[in-house]
């Protein structure tokens, strides 16, 4: 009886550990860690990395699904001209020695899922100032590296078990919790009937009326209504209303599709809590994706858009639901708002 009640207690306590998942964004001197509702975490060295970036990312759970890679420049801004990397990798000026067999290798990318490859890697710079290159720029700064894992460890809950990369134990690595379940937002209606042009017409003079009897401070030159069916009886209403130097504030409501008209504001609340605190997210340079049927926000940190916060909103009959927050505080133009950490994820 003793063990049965241990047993259902430890059952228990790994339920109330997996449901307790939160997202969470964190650095660590020149490492950025990033972890979401799914407890997949990935990790990347920032600061003045002159464009060569090491990428560690590993899900939740007792399995090893694991990714690491090497970019001098990302998918889109490689140097066409310098020469390949791997050959000229140090570590602390000594040359890193790879087993090319377990990594998928272009001049200026390297890459592997191989877990004890990626184990043997972070042995040898685990005590290492930093990554460079031999006759060229890129320096990947390895301070607060392990800090960085020993973060992703506890996040998820690896502290003590084999499967650990700091701080190891003999705990099985079934001791480790799974990824939380994913949670579902569904579209209600893929389909919603297309507007007549006369029903158009009005829902465009009513966001007209909306938009004049606002508090809006952007030119009223530069002030748009955007109208969008989401359902046979309702569409989605946006306003432009406030502008900075790159980003626009919209307001939004989800309005009758049919006279009288009846309206609501929308106000999106995160389902979590971000580094700022606030979990109301103001709607942003934002639109509507008819393709997938969500509503979109992008906050861009800066002009050239390499940080911010992004988000998609899916219509569930009665609101908008999130259904993925990205964000990246690190402005060093190393990826588009396409490519930022994740947060949050759905289905």
């Known amino acids: ?61 007792a399995h090893t699904d694991v990714n690491l890679r090497i970019d001098l420049g990302n998918l889109d ?32 990318h390297l890459i592997t899922d191989d877990a004890d490859t990626i184990k043997v890697l972070l042995e040898k710079i685990g005590d290492a100032d930093a990554i460079t290159l031999v ?15 020993l973060f992703i460890d506890s996040q998820q809950k690896r502290v003590g078990s084999e499967t650990a990369w700091i701080k190891k134990g003999d705990d099985p690595p079934l001791s480790v919790p799974p990824a939380p379940a994913l949670k579902e937002v569904t579209i209600t209606n893929p389909t919603p009937t297309p507007f007549a042009q006369d029903e158009l017409n009005d829902l465009l003079d009513y966001g007209s009326w909306r938009m004049n009897n ?53 106000r999106l609340k995160l389902p979590f809590a971000p580094a700022s605190g606030n979990n109301d997210l103001e709607l942003m340079n934002a639109g509507y994706d008819e393709t997938n049927k969500e509503l979109t926000t992008l906050a861009k940190g800066r002009g050239v858009g390499d940080c911010g916060v992004s988000s998609r909103w899916r219509f569930d009959g009665q609101r908008f639901r999130l259904v993925r927050y990205a964000e990246e505080p690190t402005c060093d133009g190393w990826h588009g708002s396409g490519a930022w950490p994740t947060l949050w994820v759905t289905k």
């Open 214 to 266: 606002s508090q809006c401070s952007l030119d009223p030159m530069r002030r748009e209504v955007r109208i969008f069916a989401i359902s046979d009886d309702k569409a989605l209403m946006l306003v432009s209303c406030e502008a900075g130097a790159y980003n626009v504030v919209d307001l939004a409501w989800i309005v009758s599709r049919k006279k009288p008209f009846a309206s609501r504001q929308i």
């Open 77 to 108: 801004t490689a140097e066409i001209k310098a020469p390949p990397i791997a050959p000229r990798l140090l570590v602390d000026g000594e040359p890193l020695e790879l087993d090319k067999t377990k990594w998928r290798e272009t001049p200026h």
């Open 135 to 149: 006759k060229g720029q890129g320096n990947i700064s390895l301070a607060g590296l392990k800090a960085a894992l």
């Open 1 to 61: 009886m003793c063990y049965r009640m241990k047993s259902l207690f430890l059952f228990c306590l790994l339920l109330a550990s997996t449901a307790m998942a939160a997202p969470a964004q964190k650095s660590f001197s020149d490492w950025q860690v990033t972890c979401n509702n799914q407890n997949f975490c990935s990790a990347r060295n920032t600061g003045l990395h002159q464009g060569l970036v090491m990428t560690l990312a590993r899900s939740a759970g």
